[in-house]
């Protein structure tokens, strides 16, 4: 069976260390973009993509102008996961088109549980 595979995209170092262990945990592939502008350059070379983890506070563009970039100019299907600490968004990134939404910091038990609902295409809107 061929390994899942995950695009990270977050300026910060530590939470693409702390993601790109959780996923480790669960055997999932990853690739972490941690500047917002290398991501056309970063999808160009992946062989497969099953989900996108996406901060929302970006220092060269919002999550929302980047889950654009992907949906519209990609056309990437695969759930888009919002991960910011900003629990009020919920709302705005339901609207424009997020397919779940997680709150920083990420509990590993509760990542683990939501990652498995999200690649069975359930979405997961979480706050706290």
């Not at 990853?30 to 099953?50: F, H, I, K, S």
Request: hydrophobic share 45%.
């Amino acid at each position: 069976m061929t390994q899942l595979h995950a695009l990270i995209i977050d300026d910060n170092a530590m939470n693409l260390t702390v993601m790109s262990n959780l996923l480790n945990a669960m055997q999932i592939a990853y690739t972490t973009v941690q500047d917002e502008t290398n991501v056309p350059r970063v999808l160009a070379t992946l062989e497969r993509l099953d989900l996108v983890f996406l901060d929302l506070a970006l220092p060269n563009a919002d999550g929302y102008q980047i889950l654009d970039l992907l949906q519209n100019t990609y056309g990437i299907t695969v759930p888009i996961v919002a991960c910011t600490v900003y629990a009020n968004e919920i709302n705005t990134a339901r609207q424009q088109g997020f397919h779940s939404f997680l709150t920083k910091p990420l509990d590993p038990v509760r990542f683990q549980r939501s990652v498995q609902q999200i690649l069975n295409n359930q979405p997961v809107w979480e706050t706290d």
